[in-house]
């Protein structure tokens, strides 16, 4: 079920940007109001590259998208306040869905009577990032309250891999085009980006970049530069990669 | 079944229990009823995979994190006992992996080769939905008992009530918040393991060990710990001393 519908959305998506250029996330974000039972959908892309900060701090403010100016004021709304769904998400580290905005919005009071008054009466947060590194929320809204049905969510899963890829293609500048990377189940990948940030003596963010570039220019595939750093047939250091 | 096994099992609901009154980490938890699994089905390891709420499924935790057996997990998400457990809602039992090469002509070989010769695969089961399956995996060939598979089923439930976490569950969303909090703090301990391989000079298993050891010692959450050590908010060295005073 998930591979069909993975494909289907990513061949909508590619009919999309043929349509006219832009960012993967704005594709998605509009790709939202589109395909799930939601009125509009925003996104914050983080403008610097987080390592998790502390909650206390905000994320600085970023890229903006937003199909409608109700999610361009929630994002925004978010960010001025320092708290809501999008905040929370980073916290618990998972989506944040709240069917009915006026009935389960009071952990918010900051947020949620200001959300209400733009309109919003469902929110639905989703968090961009690939553990520790923090790119960014894709927000949801809806101004009628009701929750995202089963196969709306899983959907909504599939976008926000894809607008997480987006990013982090726009950030590096290197299209790999299969998220397979994302998903795979070995995950060296993350274990590499662990490895490499100490070798590099930089962040979890500026590692994976690093690999992203190694496998870009030796044409290879993520998973298998991943695995030679895992086996320690490769190395990297400022200057260059050592192999061995 | 026998007294020693009654008393095992006292002591595995009473541990259980208490993670989920303290300050309660899914991966923790997970993790230790991998262990206790080992411990009271008398196997030689056990994993927990989850739905990536995708389609797919993901590895979620593991009586150990040596090579072989993350292998195995990871294979299982694709072929084996554990798809068609999960696919079905019952469980699923191999005596012995060798006879079943037919059954799953890619997954029976390799695990085979990884070193295991028996599997069975419990549903983690919430109302109607099959979010993850307990997997059970021993070195022989090996027929599970019914009381063991009981057993094994009431460990499942388990897993998945840990999941809910004491909540009501008022909302269907929160099963689906869960599941995807679960996998995201499963990629932080995977970098953090990077981590300290890197500068402890240790294999993956080792790692993880690490983590989870000290974690336990300092009545940290493993979740937590595996950020600050992937953010560089923990102390590396002192982790890599404390281990050493405490030995291996």
């Known amino acids: 079920m998930g591979r069909n519908r993975r494909d289907r959305l990513r061949e909508l998506l590619i009919a999309d940007r043929a349509r006219g250029a832009a960012s993967t996330v704005a594709l998605v974000c509009a790709r939202c109001v589109v395909d799930l039972s939601v009125t509009g959908a925003g996104a914050t892309v983080l403008s610097k590259l987080g390592d998790g900060e502390a909650r206390a701090t905000p ?14 004021g929630l994002e925004d709304l978010q960010l001025t306040v320092g708290e809501g769904p999008c905040l929370d998400t980073f916290e618990s580290g998972g989506p944040v869905l ?20 733009l309109g919003a009466a469902a929110v639905f947060s989703f968090p961009l990032q690939i553990g520790v590194v923090r790119l960014g929320s894709l927000d949801l809204y809806r101004d009628v309250p009701g929750p995202l049905t089963r196969v709306e969510l899983t959907d909504a899963l599939i976008l926000t891999d894809m607008a997480t890829q987006g990013i982090v293609d ?50 290879l595939p993520l998973a298998e530069v991943a695995r030679q750093v895992v086996a320690r047939t490769l190395r990297f250091t400022r200057e260059e990669e050592e192999r061995r | 079944m026998s007294t020693g096994r009654d008393q095992r099992l006292a002591d595995t609901f009473v541990s259980l229990a208490d993670t989920l009154v303290a300050d309660f980490d ?44 993350v292998e195995v997990l990871a294979a299982q998400t694709q072929q084996g006992p554990c798809l068609d457990c999960v696919r079905s809602g019952e469980a699923v039992t191999s005596a012995d992996l060798l006879a079943d090469t037919d059954r799953w002509p890619l997954f029976a070989p390799a695990a085979v080769n990884a070193g295991f010769r028996a599997a069975c ?98 009545q940290r959450r493993l979740s937590d710990l595996a950020r600050d050590v992937a953010t560089g908010a923990a102390d590396i060295a002192e982790m890599i001393t404390w281990k050493a005073k405490a030995g291996a």
């Open chain 1, 59 to 72: 994320p600085d403010r970023g890229l903006v998208h937003a199909t409608d100016e109700v999610s361009a």
């Open chain 1, 98 to 117: 709240v069917a009915d905005l006026a009935l389960d919005g009071g952990r918010w009071p900051a947020f949620t009577p200001g959300a209400l008054a």
């Open chain 1, 170 to 219: 726009e950030v590096d500048g290197h299209d790999m085009a299969d998220l397979s990377w994302l998903l795979d189940p070995h995950v060296e990948v993350h274990q590499a980006a662990g490895m490499v940030q100490v070798q590099l003596g930089v962040s979890t963010d500026a590692a994976l970049m690093r690999l992203r570039g190694h496998a870009f220019t030796h044409d």
């Open chain 2, 26 to 69: 899914v991966l923790d938890f997970l993790g230790l009823l991998t262990e206790r699994a080992v411990e009271l089905l008398e196997v030689d390891a056990a994993g927990v995979i989850l739905s990536d709420q995708r389609g797919g499924w993901r590895p979620a935790a593991g009586s150990s994190e040596h090579a072989e057996l």
């Open chain 2, 121 to 218: 695969a419990l549903p983690m089961r919430l109302r109607e939905e099959i979010i993850g399956a307990l997997t059970l995996l021993h070195v022989e060939p090996m027929t599970i008992d019914d009381s063991s598979v009981t057993l094994g089923r009431a460990l499942a439930d388990i897993a998945t009530i840990g999941i809910l976490q004491q909540r009501a569950v008022r909302r269907e969303e929160i099963v689906f918040e869960q599941l995807q909090a679960a996998l995201h703090h499963r990629t932080v301990v995977e970098q953090a393991k990077g981590v300290l391989a890197e500068v402890g000079d240790l294999d993956m298993n080792d790692a993880y060990t690490l983590l989870r050891d000290y974690a336990r010692a300092h």
